[in-house]
């Protein structure tokens, strides 16, 4: 059974499930939170499989302190950084990065800065805009020149995403560095087909046994 841990980390609202030395980060998108079902699914199959996973809340999501206006992309960086840096003094073992949409572009960028890998992101743009300051901050990072710095990336996508067109998906991918896959789904955005969902779900976790050689 696993140990499931909830806590703080500085400001920020966290769920550790522990049941191994590697863990899964799970990084939500800009609208969501810990408590979304892939987030929890995620940690479910990671328990599976042997590894522990961490859920949290970006700075004013969910249970986390703080101002939403303030959770821009070099905040949630900063987010990532204090959660990666408490696994590591006090777990140890290596660390993958999942992320969705507006957390895969921080999962990506913070793996890109510290030569994190595996990871594996879905439904995640190399730019967005018309949302003032989140478009603003996030313009100043190059997402392609960040995924041509990461290694052992997974780029997941739905045909329907209603939000970022498919075409965002081939430009991370052609972007990327050796090992890389691409792998698309008939569903939506927030990938809310069950089956589908399961699917991207389980991708992500071979990926992650394959390279953090579980």
């Avoid at 479910?44 to 042997?50: D, I, Q, T, V």
Wanted: hydrophobic fraction near 40%; glycine fraction near 8%; aromatic fraction near 10%.
């Amino acid at each position: 059974m696993v140990h499931e841990i909830k806590m703080e980390i500085g400001n920020l609202a966290a769920v550790i499930h522990e049941a191994g030395n590697d863990f899964i980060i799970c990084n939500h998108g800009l609208y969501s939170n810990k408590d979304s079902r892939k987030y929890i699914e995620m940690a479910m199959l990671a328990e599976k499989n042997g590894m522990s996973c961490v859920r949290f809340d970006f700075t004013g999501c969910g249970e986390s302190k703080g101002d939403f206006n303030d959770s821009v992309l070099t905040r949630r960086i900063e987010d990532l950084s204090k959660v990666v840096e408490y696994v590591e003094k006090n777990y140890g073992g290596r660390i993958a990065l999942f992320g969705s949409s507006y957390g895969g572009m921080t999962a990506m960028v913070y793996a890109s800065m510290h030569g994190v890998k595996p990871v594996a992101v879905m439904s995640t743009p190399y730019e967005i805009h018309g949302i003032g300051r989140f478009s603003e901050d996030a313009s100043r990072y190059d997402m392609l020149e960040h995924a041509a710095r990461i290694e052992q990336l997974l780029v997941m996508h739905g045909f329907k995403d209603e939000l970022v067109p498919v075409e965002h998906a081939f430009r991370i991918y052609e972007s990327g560095k050796e090992p890389k896959k691409l792998v698309l789904f008939n569903t939506d955005h927030s990938f809310s087909h069950d089956i589908e969902r399961e699917k991207a779900l389980n991708e992500s976790m071979n990926w992650f046994r394959k390279h953090l050689h579980i």
